[in-house]
Every structure is written in structure tokens, then in C-alpha cells.
């Protein structure tokens, strides 16, 4: 399940991991749904908008969630304030107790991108002491960074179901 504040890339992000054509692409209103095939594994992705009257409806698509991956836009720093507290609030939801993450650090392409460890620190992501997260740099228009992002969430998820 993809989840982040609107504008952050996850729709351009999913429709590069499914090869699909990045070079039109509007807000999402609601939600896509996407399998992609990663690693021998065939993913079912929700992406969800995140327009601020989006946002309270999110709880709503967490049940059976295997792992979710939640992207920031590395270049927002005035956001990145209330992206960190959308990510701690959502992980603090019932269905999602011990579910791991991964966090997408997207335009990394941008001179005035973030590094990830820096948006790491920033997030608080060591405070997160009861699941396993990850937070990876990528540019999903290049696809830079996408695949190590899917090698952890494949390892992730088989590691999971042992």
C-alpha cells in the first residue's frame, strides 16, 4: 500500500515500476490500484491520494496490509514537518501494529532534494523500534533507486511470512 502527502510522485512512482507511461499524470482522487511484478513476486499496490480531505479516509484501506511503502518528495522541505507526523500518526493505526515500511525519498533528481538520511533523521525513523523500516533515495521518472526499493520489500515480505 503507498501512502503520502499529494504531489510527493506515488502515482509517476507505481507507473514506472509497471512500466507504464510517466509522462502524463494528474492527481489522484480516490485511489489506483496496480500488481506489479518484482523479484518472482506479484505485488498488489494501492495508491492512494493524498489531498488533505483524502487523508482521514486512509485507515480505511489498511486492513490485510503486508507492508507499507510511503513517499515523501526529498525536495518539500516546508512539508516535511507534516509529512513526518501523517507517517507517525499512520503507523500508530491497529491494522498496521509491526507492519514494515518503506519510505521512498522520491526526487532525488532535484538540487534541493534532501539526502534520505537526512529526511531519516527528520521523520524520527529511529524511534521506530517495532517494525523493520527502510528508507531508500529514488527519482521515480529516471526509475533510479525504484528496484533496490522492490528488493527490500520482496526480502521483506518472504522474511515476514517464514
Given at each position: 500500500?503507498?501512502?503520502?502527502?499529494?504531489?510527493?510522485?506515488?502515482?509517476?512512482?507505481?507507473?514506472?515500476?509497471?512500466?507504464?507511461?510517466?509522462?502524463?499524470?494528474?492527481?489522484?482522487?480516490?485511489?489506483?490500484?496496480?500488481?506489479?511484478?518484482?523479484?518472482?513476486?506479484?505485488?498488489?499496490?494501492?495508491?492512494?491520494?493524498?489531498?488533505?480531505?483524502?487523508?482521514?479516509?486512509?485507515?480505511?484501506?489498511?486492513?490485510?496490509?503486508?507492508?507499507?511503502?510511503?513517499?515523501?518528495?526529498?525536495?518539500?522541505?516546508?512539508?516535511?514537518?507534516?509529512?513526518?507526523?501523517?507517517?507517525?500518526?499512520?503507523?500508530?493505526?491497529?491494522?498496521?501494529?509491526?507492519?514494515?515500511?518503506?519510505?521512498?525519498?522520491?526526487?532525488?533528481?532535484?538540487?534541493?532534494a534532501a539526502p534520505a538520511s537526512e529526511i531519516?533523521?527528520?521523520?524520527?525513523?529511529?524511534?521506530?523500534?517495532?517494525?523493520?523500516?527502510?528508507?531508500?533515495?529514488?527519482?521515480?521518472?529516471?526509475?533510479?533507486?525504484?528496484?533496490?526499493?522492490?528488493?527490500?520489500?520482496?526480502?521483506?515480505?518472504?522474511?515476514?511470512?517464514?
Amino acid at each position: 500500500m503507498r501512502k503520502s502527502l499529494d504531489n510527493a510522485g506515488k502515482t509517476t512512482l507505481l507507473k514506472k515500476l509497471a512500466s507504464e507511461d510517466v509522462s502524463t499524470i494528474t492527481p489522484t482522487q480516490g485511489f489506483n490500484i496496480k500488481s506489479v511484478a518484482s523479484n518472482g513476486m506479484k505485488l498488489n499496490v494501492w495508491d492512494i491520494g493524498g489531498q488533505r480531505k483524502i487523508r482521514p479516509f486512509w485507515k480505511k484501506y489498511l486492513e490485510n496490509t503486508d507492508l507499507l511503502i510511503y513517499v515523501i518528495d526529498s525536495a518539500d522541505k516546508k512539508r516535511f514537518e507534516e509529512t513526518g507526523q501523517e507517517l507517525s500518526d499512520l503507523i500508530e493505526e491497529d491494522n498496521l501494529k509491526a507492519v514494515p515500511v518503506l519510505i521512498f525519498a522520491n526526487k532525488q533528481d532535484l538540487v534541493t532534494a534532501a539526502p534520505a538520511s537526512e529526511i531519516a533523521e527528520g521523520l524520527n525513523l529511529h524511534t521506530y523500534r517495532d517494525r523493520e523500516w527502510q528508507i531508500q533515495a529514488c527519482a521515480a521518472l529516471s526509475g533510479e533507486g525504484l528496484q533496490d526499493g522492490m528488493n527490500w520489500i520482496c526480502n521483506t515480505i518472504v522474511n515476514k511470512k517464514k
